[in-house]
Nanobody, 124 residues
Framework: QDELAESGGGSVEAGGSLRLSCAASGYIAKGYCMGWIRQAPGKEREVVAHIDTDDDTTYADSVKGRFTISRDNAKNTVYLQMNNLGPEDTAKYYC??????????????????WGQGTQVTVSS
């Protein structure tokens, strides 16, 4: 079964950290580029980080220096380490990929396979 399964969300206080995981199974586990995309209530989806097949990483300005994306190909898993969280980071976080071997980018519409998401809530 082709699936992206996120985990690791939760509630933390401002300044805290969380690590999100995204386990890929099925054909999606082939090593395509992967992105973490968040959506807060009333806001547009934002690609916060993505990692390409050559492990090149890109971050949104809003998270640069605080978030780190990485992947473990042996485990077919992508991670998002989030440090120094603030209330503005409260959102549902999705991992997503595109199965056309093109590079990921900051346009969430280019991702054609998504997980169900995991909620991150940061209190002040």
């Amino acid at each position: 079964q082709d699936e992206l399964a996120e985990s690791g969300g939760g509630s933390v206080e401002a300044g805290g950290s969380l690590r999100l995981s995204c386990a890929a199974s099925g054909y999606i586990a082939k090593g395509y580029c992967m992105g973490w995309i968040r959506q807060a209530p009333g806001k547009e989806r934002e690609v916060v980080a993505h990692i390409d097949t050559d492990d090149d990483t890109t971050y949104a300005d809003s998270v640069k220096g605080r978030f780190t994306i990485s992947r473990d190909n042996a485990k077919n898993t992508v991670y998002l380490q989030m440090n120094n969280l603030g209330p503005e980071d409260t959102a549902k976080y999705y991992c997503a990929t595109r199965d056309d071997w093109m590079s990921c980018n900051s346009n969430f519409e280019n991702y054609n396979f998504w997980g169900q998401g995991t909620q991150v809530t940061v209190s002040s």
